[in-house]
């Protein structure tokens, strides 16, 4: 990521980028402490509890990881440096849960360890951020199945 970061969080869809069969296309990350015990989670905006940092691809985004890394930013006001591609994972949510605010969509999750974490950030005025075992994230996450995957297919340590 570049060292020009912007203290504004890009609002709207109007670059987004989708998929073939019209979903969203989502980036996010997997924040690890570097010895990989914790990872980081932020509240979520929608509704209470933590989720992971992810969001909108956007079409002046080379790449997926890209997107990721800003989200990442954004969010969480963290630099991180990526480590592994940990895939695509669909949208498990059924049509019901659907809306327009909230599309059928595709994550694209990274993993990545935090090399920064700055004192101001973005979306600092609307998230805490806070730093979980793997058993507590996925209690955290259960009800998100897809973020869940995605840290499960990281490189965290899981039995603790």
């Not at 890009?10 to 998929?19: E, I």
């Not at 800003?70 to 963290?78: F, K, L």
Request: aromatic fraction near 8%; include cysteine; hydrophobic fraction near 30%.
């Amino acid at each position: 990521m570049t060292s020009s970061r912007s203290m504004q969080s890009r609002v709207g869809r109007d670059n987004q980028r989708y998929g073939s069969q019209g979903e969203r296309l989502v980036a996010g990350i997997v924040a690890l402490s570097e010895d990989k015990y914790y990872v980081l989670l932020i509240q979520s905006t929608r509704r209470n509890g933590w989720v992971l940092p992810k969001g909108g691809w956007e079409t002046d985004e080379p790449t997926a990881q890209d997107a990721a890394q800003r989200e990442a930013w954004e969010e969480a006001g963290i630099l991180c440096d990526v480590k592994y591609d940990l895939g695509k994972i669909p949208d498990y949510r059924k049509p019901n849960q659907l809306s327009p605010t909230a599309p059928q969509a595709e994550y694209h999750f990274f993993e990545a360890t935090v090399t920064e974490q700055k004192a101001q950030w973005p979306e600092m005025h609307k998230r805490q951020r806070t730093w979980m075992t793997y058993k507590q994230a996925a209690a955290a996450l259960a009800e998100r199945p897809e973020l869940l995957e995605a840290l499960t297919r990281s490189t965290m340590h899981k039995h603790t």
